[in-house]
């Protein structure tokens, strides 16, 4: 089979022989779950519980709130403990429900059921899909609701399921792939079945030969939905890049994949539209990795969405011997964010606890030189962006050049810019504050 | 609040590190990129040291010390953190050091890493904010503050010109020689160390092929279609082999601090490199075309970075199409062509433009050169015999014994219808720097009654002081078959007070007057002044010598200095093949 690829890119270290081969395993929940009311990208959810009351296993705690938004729901059997702030991945306190775990996973009513799913029309699959509160699992948290009702269904010509997996150390969608590849193409189905022109490809990295043997021994037969290889290399498994590897289209500022006809969703979204639609499962839990080289025994579990980060560590046998590890990290090394603690509740889109021993970050920062120009940066930006122009503009707080010639307010974060540079310059630090100052000014020009 | 959790991860991660992402790095710094520069500039460096010898060692190892002690010392006395641990003023010394004849003295390599880091580098922000190559703006110094030491070649104790000034000057070229890199040269002159060099880099990851293809690629296709000898492959790779195009178009060029950030913009200053290096070497001072050139591209690397910001993928044309079928042709490649192709065009403007006013001016100068050496002529005149006897020799090599000299035309100059004189208007192909023209004044009874030049292009202070009065007036006045140049070294004054005025003057004179007090054996009876006068008064005299004797403006046996020898013989041939002509073809009026 080819393997495709996008432009630009990097190929950091993958540490996925860490956890790799290691099946899931349940990850105990403890005895209190967080749910913060703003998993996903859109309006936070609004509470329909209160204090005190008892709710079961997959009922809705938190319901959405317009169109962009998901609802929430509870993951294990017991009574709200508290609807109040608690910190997030980021340290900051944030609006949550807190649930008592009574350690019955007593089910709410309906969960679980096998629903014929064969004659269900585009609209309803839809809305199976909005009640159960499913956003995108792979990191951003998109509602899939939204997604999958562009504005021309019939001009979507590819969906993508992606597997590419292409941050280092997680390998939680590799084991989904191994495990459960039918139940991915059984989701691929139902959702082409509302995108009537489009063909069903399942994207894999070429690092993941396991995943791409089982999910092409369940296409098998299947006339919509294929495999498709591609290079095994960081952002591969960003939307844009995704799109650019497998039909060569690069969206401009402001466009949505539909907009060049591509929808992309991750398999774990896959899987959890199929549970839905045809077991009436809303999330109330995800795969999840435990990672890296402070960790004890890195693994891969299924973890109920509200557990705290610290449970999972504790599935993984806890820190590694020796010194006390410097990173904590939500997510993978790339585009992980790097938490003060471990309290957080485990939310519906994220993926993984990634634990480093050293900080790389902490290190570079020593090396650091001037810009040497060498424009390693712009060759790595998988959209085109100079990086080092970027940086100069944001030194100089030139945000027209910023946004307006650089395009800098397009940056998806990925990080390989600072990744490759040899000077060690801070780039996506000062792209991210850079972006947020572009933001307040522009918030505060609206509200005059 | 959890209190029990959370004080679990307090306890055993002490104070988690909190940063933006990504938490990985890779492992290259700017010190491994230098390295790696360092690395690939070894195998020039080493045949340089292998064909040039120790001295050749000396050079390198002072330039990179000076370079690296200039900054150490630098970031000391400003009291900013030490810079040198990147390796960059290693890099910029070892490039430098290439660049250098290997014979200089070691006081040129330290000044020379001296004015590139302190001047170039650290005065205008250090790292990553020096406008120009520091290696090439310290050779450019050097070049203007030492020039004869920067220019004189030597290899095993012999002074000989490069492979550049061979080519300038029409002789063959030792391509393989030149490639190899034991043709005398600057130290990195090995084609063959620097291409393996840059090969190295590349697959490193350190350079990308847009700037030396387009600087080499432009280059060829300048030199070929206005370097006046076609797309010769001998001509093309003579003129690869030399001048350093080859270090420049791979190191000097690619330095990642002055040259633009994207590859569109790589191939836009490329091609500004090859070209200026052909506008030059074709049409200009051959020598350091190409340091002229990258320092040149250098000052405009802003200018193309702020016009070539590379649209993002999504916003370039038919990003939204996705993949193309068929054959597309690389934008690099049809941009760099079109670039060629219009300079080619303008150039050839030029030419055509220029063509006619030049040649109208030729034609003054030529006037104005037949009235000084034919004084008394009102107006000059073809003579139809002599006319006939020029076009016979249909442009080719006149006669034998005379070198490459070849008869232009022959006037006669006539005061009322007196005629007083004739002119010989000869040109002599075997220049150090290109061809020598000259008109020689022949009265009737074939006394020379004075030479003037109307095309003399000689290395200045050495070549260039055959037009010197000193030198020209033996001439005047003497009738005689044929002159002789002195061998012997006898150095008369006139020439010596005109090398006095040379920049090359101490050294020169020095060895003048070691000269002069070593002679005797040509003309023991006369001093060292007035020598060429009291020679040239007694052979007037005798209408019976055959043969005059000429003195050289200088003489490269002993001051070491190449190309006045030969200028000198080139414009003896010239003369003598004149007079010859004239003695065969006149017919009466002797």
Do not use: E, N, R
């Given at each position: 089979m080819k393997k495709l690829t996008f432009k630009g890119g990097v190929y950091p270290p993958e540490g996925k022989e860490l956890a790799r081969d290691i099946p899931f395993r349940d990850c105990p929940p403890g005895d209190e779950l967080i749910y913060p009311l703003s998993q996903h990208i859109g309006k936070p959810a609004k509470p329909v519980v209160a204090k005190g009351d008892r709710v079961l296993a997959g009922q809705r705690i938190a319901e959405a709130d317009g169109f962009v938004s998901a609802h929430i729901f509870c993951s294990v059997s017991g009574r709200v403990k508290a609807l109040e702030n608690r910190p997030d991945v980021f340290g900051i306190n944030v609006p949550c429900i807190v649930v008592e775990n009574d350690g019955l996973y007593e089910k709410a009513e309906g969960v679980g059921v096998p629903a014929d799913?064969?004659?269900?029309?585009p609209q309803e699959i839809l809305a199976k899909i909005r009640d159960a509160g499913i956003i995108g699992a792979g990191g951003a948290g998109f509602p899939t609701h939204v997604k999958l009702a562009p504005k021309n269904p019939d001009a979507v010509e590819f969906l993508m399921a992606n597997g590419a997996e292409c941050e280092p150390y997680i390998t939680c969608d590799d084991q989904l792939m191994r495990t459960k590849a039918d139940e991915i193409v059984a989701g691929m189905e139902l959702m082409l079945r509302l995108l009537p022109n489009a063909q069903g490809i399942i994207v894999i990295e070429e690092n993941k030969p396991e995943a791409i043997a089982a999910v092409s021994a369940a296409c098998a037969g299947k006339e919509r939905v294929r495999v498709q290889v591609v290079a095994t290399?960081?952002?591969?498994?960003g939307e844009r890049s995704i799109i650019s590897a497998l039909t060569g289209r690069y969206l401009k500022p402001g466009m949505l994949p539909a907009d060049v006809g591509c929808i992309v969703e991750n398999v774990g979204t896959v899987r959890n539209i199929y549970r839905a639609v045809c077991f009436n499962e809303p999330v109330t839990e995800r795969t999840f990795t435990v990672s890296?080289?402070?960790?004890?025994s890195p693994c891969n579990l299924i973890v109920k969405t509200g557990t705290p980060f610290v449970k999972a560590l504790e599935a993984a046998g806890g820190f590694a011997d020796g010194d006390a590890p410097e990173k904590l990290l939500c997510g993978g090394p790339m585009m992980g964010i790097s938490m003060p603690g471990l309290s957080a509740g485990i939310c519906k889109n994220n993926n993984a606890l990634t634990v480093l021993r050293r900080d790389a970050v902490a290190a570079a920062q020593e090396k650091q030189t001037a810009c040497i120009r060498c424009g390693r940066c712009s060759q790595v930006c998988p959209l085109g962006l100079v990086p080092q122009m970027m940086a100069d503009a944001a030194k100089k707080h030139d945000y027209a050049r910023y946004e307006k010639k650089l395009y800098g307010l397009d940056c998806i974060a990925c990080g390989c810019c600072t990744f490759v540079c040899p000077a060690k310059r801070p780039l996506m630090q000062t792209f991210k504050q850079t972006k947020a100052e572009i933001m307040a000014i522009k918030r505060k020009e609206a509200a005059k | 609040m959890n209190q029990t959790t959370q004080k679990d991860a307090v306890r055993t991660a002490a104070k988690p590190h909190m940063s933006a992402s990504p938490h990985l790095r890779n492992r290259l710094t700017t010190g491994k990129v230098m390295l790696e520069v360092l690395l690939s500039l070894l195998p020039a460096a080493v045949v340089g040291v292998w064909v040039n010898g120790f001295h050749a060692f000396l050079v390198i190892a002072v330039c990179m010390l000076s370079s690296v002690a200039t900054e150490a010392i630098f970031c000391l006395v400003t009291r900013k953190p030490t810079t040198v641990t990147d390796g960059s003023a290693a890099v910029t010394g070892l490039l430098l050091a290439l660049c250098?004849?290997?014979?200089?003295?070691l006081y040129v390599p330290f000044l020379g890493g001296v004015f590139a880091i302190l001047v170039v580098k650290c005065l205008f922000g250090g790292l990553g904010k020096n406008f120009m190559n520091p290696a090439l703006a310290a050779r450019c110094f050097l070049l203007i503050s030492f020039g004869s030491v920067m220019t004189r070649y030597t290899v095993d104790g012999v002074s000989c010109a490069t492979p550049l000034a061979d080519l300038a000057a029409g002789r063959p070229v030792d391509i393989m020689q030149a490639f190899w890199g034991f043709s005398n040269d600057v130290i990195g002159g090995s084609v063959a160390g620097m291409l393996i060099g840059g090969i190295y880099l590349w697959l490193v990851g350190g350079i990308t092929l847009h700037i030396p293809v387009s600087v080499l690629a432009s280059f060829t296709l300048f030199v070929g279609l206005f370097g006046g000898h076609g797309f010769d492959p001998a001509y093309l790779f003579a003129h690869l082999c030399s001048g350093g195009i080859v270090m420049g178009a791979v190191f000097m060029a690619t330095d990642p601090v002055t040259s633009p950030t994207n590859a569109f913009g790589h191939v836009v200053y490329g091609c500004i490199i090859g070209i200026l290096s052909g506008i030059f070497r074709v049409f200009g001072s051959a020598t350091d075309s190409v340091s002229y050139a990258i320092i040149t591209a250098n000052l405009v690397v802003p200018i193309i970075d702020e016009y070539c910001i590379p649209r993002p993928y999504g916003l370039r044309s038919g990003a939204q199409e996705g993949k193309k079928k068929g054959i597309v042709l690389p934008k690099e490649a049809v941009i760099l062509g079109v670039i060629t192709l219009i300079a080619g065009i303008c150039l050839s403007g030029v030419y055509a433009v220029t063509k006619e006013p030049i040649a109208r001016q030729q034609q003054a100068a030529s006037l104005a050169s037949y009235q000084e050496v034919c004084p008394g002529a009102d107006r000059f005149d073809y003579d139809d015999d002599l006319s006939a006897a020029v076009e016979a020799l249909d442009g080719g090599v006149y006669g034998t014994g005379f070198g490459k000299a070849y008869i232009n035309e022959v006037v006669v100059g006539t005061a009322g219808d007196q005629i007083v004189g004739y002119v010989v208007s000869v040109t002599s192909g075997d220049g150090v720097e290109g061809d020598i023209t000259l008109s020689v004044g022949i009265s009737a009874d074939g006394t020379v009654t004075g030479i003037a030049f109307t095309e003399l292009n000689e290395t200045p202070g050495m070549g260039s002081l055959c037009g010197e009065p000193a030198f020209k007036d033996q001439f005047v006045g003497v009738k005689t078959d044929r002159f002789d140049l002195s061998g012997s070294g006898l150095v008369i004054d006139g020439a010596s007070e005109a090398t006095g005025t040379a920049d090359t003057a101490s050294g020169a004179t020095g060895t003048a007057d070691t000269a002069s007090g070593a002679t005797g054996t040509a003309d023991a009876a006369s001093g060292a002044t007035g020598t060429a006068d009291a020679a040239t008064g007694a052979t007037t005299s005798s209408d019976t010598a055959k043969s005059v004797t000429v003195m050289t403006g200088s003489s490269t046996e002993i001051d070491g200095v190449s190309g006045a020898t030969k200028s000198s013989r080139a414009v003896v041939n010239a003369i003598n093949a004149a007079l010859d002509f004239f003695r065969t073809y006149k017919k009466g009026g002797m």
């Open positions: 799913c064969t004659a269900l029309t290399k960081y952002p591969q498994g890296g080289d402070g960790v004890k | 250098l004849p290997a014979s200089v003295p």
